[in-house]
């Protein structure tokens, strides 16, 4: 990244919460449930599936995260009326895992249980590296009695393959989606330049691929993509109805949208994540460190109207 690039980074947090909110549009459907329930009607429409996120992290307390509980099952209970096949997705850090790993897991659980009345299924994310042990152990605990529960991998971490072996190995019918990972790690412990990103990213595909996982892969890198449709193809997994098949591909709202359409167009199953809460602006912070050229248009606009 360059220096500039980085200054730019930097002013951020100075930019007033009403310029964010002109970029935020494009990455958040808004602040409030029926905001969401509209997006995911629009990209239902367009022959999408969905994946509902209720934005939050890192609670300062219990309260809070039981407070994300009850919004994801407010949000869950008015889905069915809008896409019976929406999933739900949620941070480790906005259900307390860092504060309360045993209430983490009873929330996680509270969850996948409501979604499984509705024949939902729930993804536990993967924040930065600090949370991964426990993320992974309370997925694990969960697992043991949900099903309808999936983790999430990021593939600059080196200890990821090793995650992927251990995880097969003791989860029948593992679910993962796998993602380059957004928070940006140490070389001691992560791949720092793209093209190694990408090179472990189709290494994992394959060996999550070859070891009978159920694969979302969440990438708008339209090269590693068609690596992992031919990896699919080479395993058979491309035949009968795309929501029927033992992988996906999942994009952000707002995020190479004719990535998405490409891959509908080609017959695959596509996912669209839909964000919404008032805590779109921690969010949107955080999809604009991983992307300066956007974060450079915000500081113009910020600059222009002073
Ligand atoms: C559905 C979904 C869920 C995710 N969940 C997690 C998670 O739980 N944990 C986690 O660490 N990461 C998560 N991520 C983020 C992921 O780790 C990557 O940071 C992000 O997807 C960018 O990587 P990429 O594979 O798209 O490839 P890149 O090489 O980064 O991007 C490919 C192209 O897409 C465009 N692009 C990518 N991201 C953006 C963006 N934010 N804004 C504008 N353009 C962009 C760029 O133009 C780039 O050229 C998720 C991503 C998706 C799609």
Redesign the pocket.
């Known amino acids: 990244m360059s220096l500039f690039d980085r200054l730019v980074l930097a002013s951020l947090p100075l930019v007033p919460k009403a310029v964010i909110w002109t970029v935020a549009k494009r ?1 958040v459907a808004g602040a409030e449930l029926s905001d969401a329930l509209d997006r995911i009607r629009a990209v239902r429409a367009e022959g999408f599936g969905s ?1 509902l996120d209720v934005l939050g992290e890192g609670v300062a307390d219990l309260a809070a995260a039981e407070g994300a509980v009850a919004e994801y099952e407010r949000a869950m209970d008015a889905l069915p009326d809008v896409d019976a096949g929406t999933t739900v ?1 949620v ?1 480790p850090t906005h259900l307390g895992a860092m504060l309360d790993a045993d209430a983490c897991e009873r929330l996680l659980g509270r969850l996948c249980e409501r979604a499984a009345e509705q024949g939902r299924r729930v ?1 536990f ?4 590296a600090p949370t991964i042990d426990v993320t992974l152990d309370v997925f694990r605990r969960v697992r043991e009695r949900h099903d309808n529960v999936g983790c ?1 991998l ?1 593939a ?1 971490l080196f200890r990821t393959a090793a995650d992927v072996t251990a995880l097969l190995r003791d989860v029948d019918g593992l679910d993962v ?1 796998l ?5 940006l790690e140490p070389p001691d412990i992560a791949w720092t330049e ?1 093209a190694d ?2 090179r472990s ?1 189709v290494e994992l595909a394959q060996q999550l691929v070859e070891g009978g996982a159920f694969v ?1 892969f ?5 090269a ?1 993509a068609d690596r992992c449709v031919a990896l699919a193809e080479r395993a058979g997994l491309v035949t009968g109805p795309a929501d029927a098949r033992r992988y996906e591909f ?3 709202m ?3 949208k004719r ?1 998405a359409e490409r891959l509908r167009d080609a017959g695959h199953a596509v ?3 839909v964000p919404y809460g008032r805590d779109w602006h921690a969010y949107t912070q955080r ?1 604009l460190q ?2 300066p ?2 974060a450079r248009h915000v500081i113009r606009a910020f600059f222009r109207r002073g």
């Open positions: 990455y994946i997705s941070k993804r994310e993967m924040e930065d999430v990021q600059r989606r993602v380059k990972g957004i928070y793209d990103i990408s990213y979302g969440a990438t708008h890198d339209d590693v999942q994009l952000l707002g995020v190479r990535e996912r669209i994540y999809r991983a992307n050229e956007i």
